[in-house]
C-alpha cells in the first residue's frame, strides 16, 4: 500500500513540474515566492530528495494555478 501512494507522489511530483517548467521557464526563485516557500524546498522536492507534504502540493498548485482535482484525474489517466 506504501508503495502505492510513493508512486502516486512520484508522478505528481513529474507532473507539477512540467507544468512549473512551462508556466515559470524554470526559475525555480521566481515559483518559490509564488508558492511562499523557500528556493530549497522547490529544489529539494523536484529532484526527490524532499517528500512533498499536503501543503506543499496545495502550494505548488495554487502557484501553478492549478485545480487540485485536475491534477489527480490527469495522472489517473496517464
Do not use: P, W
Not at 529544489?43 to 485545480?67: G, H, P, W
Amino acid at each position: 500500500m506504501q508503495n502505492h501512494f510513493e508512486q502516486i507522489e512520484i508522478k505528481l511530483v513529474n507532473k507539477l513540474y512540467k507544468i512549473f517548467i512551462e508556466k515559470y521557464d524554470g526559475n525555480k526563485s521566481k515559483f518559490a515566492k509564488a508558492s511562499k516557500c523557500s528556493e530549497t524546498t522547490v529544489r529539494r522536492v523536484f529532484r526527490s530528495k524532499q517528500r512533498m507534504t499536503l501543503d506543499l502540493f496545495l502550494r505548488f498548485c495554487y502557484a501553478l494555478e492549478i485545480n487540485v482535482q485536475q491534477i489527480f484525474n490527469e495522472i489517473e489517466n496517464e
